[in-house]
Each structure stands twice: as structure tokens, then as C-alpha cells.
Nanobody, 124 residues
Framework: QVQLVESGGGLVQAGGSLRLSCAASGRTFSSYTMGWFRQAPGKEREFVAA???????YYADSVKGRFTISRDNAKNTVYLQMNSLKPEDTAFYYC??????????????????WGQGTQVTVSS
């Protein structure tokens, strides 16, 4: 069983920055594909970013160039650095872990474990 705990959400003005963290339990964290998804009120959950165990990263077009995903295997933690935030980035952000190799990381169906989420609100 893997537990994921997100932190770092909050209220920020447009143009500002936040860094989300996701701490994971489990002794094989370094082998997981880790992803970030978000869901705004009335909208479906959408892919934001993901990182494989090889450190290959993937981004949604809407965040490319503004967000950076990274991982620290020694701390069992994945991060999402969010810069140049926009009001449309407002959503509940979820961390997820996929334990199977070779999955399509933009597909939320491949993830085995999810965190409880953290709210990000960007004011205009």
C-alpha cells in the first residue's frame, strides 16, 4: 500500500508561484511513475505533469514552460513548481503514483494510488 500526502497549496495572485509537494510511503518509490492532476469545479480531472523513474517528464500543453515536475527519491517526494500562475490554474491538485512500468502517464486510469489533494487558488 502506498500513501500520498500533498502539501503546498494556497491562495496566490496571478503571476505568482507555488510549489506543491507530495510525500509518498513505500520502499520502491524510485521505480514509480508519479503524476499531478487537477480538477476545477464542474470540470473533469485533467493531466498536469508526470515524471518516470528515468526522470523523463511530461506536461500538459497548458502548463508547459510554466510548471516543472521533479522528484527526490531520497525523500520519497515529488514536487510541482508552478510559476506564472493564471486564474485558470485554480483547481484541486492531486498527486498520483503508478507502480506499473511503461504506462501512459497522461492517462489517469493507469495510476494505482492517489493523494487527498490540495487546493490552489489563483486570484486575478
Amino acid at each position: 500500500q502506498v500513501q500520498l500526502v500533498e502539501s503546498g497549496g494556497g491562495l496566490v495572485q496571478a503571476g505568482g508561484s507555488l510549489r506543491l509537494s507530495c510525500a509518498a510511503s513505500g520502499r520502491t518509490f524510485s521505480s514509480y511513475t508519479m503524476g499531478w492532476f487537477r480538477q476545477a469545479p464542474g470540470k473533469e480531472r485533467e493531466f498536469v505533469a508526470a515524471i518516470r523513474w528515468t526522470d523523463i517528464t511530461y506536461y500538459a500543453d497548458s502548463v508547459k514552460g510554466r510548471f516543472t515536475i521533479s522528484r527526490d527519491n531520497a525523500k520519497n517526494t515529488v514536487y510541482l513548481q508552478m510559476n506564472s500562475l493564471k486564474p485558470e490554474d485554480t483547481a484541486f491538485y492531486y498527486c498520483a503514483a503508478a507502480t506499473t512500468w511503461g504506462v501512459s502517464p497522461w492517462n489517469f486510469g493507469v495510476y494505482d494510488y492517489w493523494g487527498q489533494g490540495t487546493q490552489v487558488t489563483v486570484s486575478s
